[in-house]
């Protein structure tokens, strides 16, 4: 048993054997192949997408511009009208006023001052 165990306390010095390996020398080239762009099919992808411009894009695009100018215009229309319904139940209050005032015998221009 002694023996066993100075055995695995000896230290064994064991290194790998060296391998001299060179690597074979290459002369490698890259090489760049670009295929010429299909000029042809390019152009006849160009018009197809103006055709669809023309045909569907544009005259969406001019159809929405006029709804929008159509809807301001009737906006504004909408306006103006309010205004005048507005100045015209002024004057038809005053008017209102004037006529009450006259009833009871006073100056209607008094009271709306007052």
């Given at each position: 048993?002694?023996?066993?165990?100075?055995?695995?306390e000896?230290?064994?010095?064991?290194?790998?054997?060296?391998?001299?390996?060179?690597?074979?020398?290459?002369?490698?080239q890259?090489?760049i192949?670009?295929?010429?762009?299909?000029?042809?099919?390019?152009?006849e992808?160009?018009?197809e997408?103006?055709?669809?411009?023309?045909?569907?894009?544009?005259?969406?695009?001019?159809?929405?511009?006029?709804?929008?100018?159509?809807?301001?215009?009737?906006?504004?229309?909408?306006?103006?009208?309010?205004?005048?319904?507005?100045?015209?139940?002024?004057?038809?209050a005053?008017e209102?006023?004037?006529?009450?005032?006259?009833?009871?015998?006073?100056?209607?221009?008094?009271?709306?001052k007052n």
């Amino acid at each position: 048993l002694a023996k066993i165990v100075r055995e695995k306390e000896t230290k064994i010095d064991v290194q790998p054997p060296t391998v001299n390996v060179q690597a074979p020398e290459v002369n490698v080239q890259p090489q760049i192949a670009i295929a010429a762009p299909d000029t042809k099919a390019f152009g006849e992808a160009l018009k197809e997408m103006k055709q669809v411009y023309d045909n569907i894009l544009m005259p969406l695009v001019v159809a929405s511009y006029r709804k929008m100018k159509m809807d301001h215009s009737i906006w504004e229309d909408m306006k103006r009208v309010n205004d005048i319904l507005k100045k015209m139940d002024l004057l038809l209050a005053a008017e209102s006023v004037r006529e009450t005032v006259k009833k009871k015998g006073g100056n209607a221009g008094e009271k709306m001052k007052n």
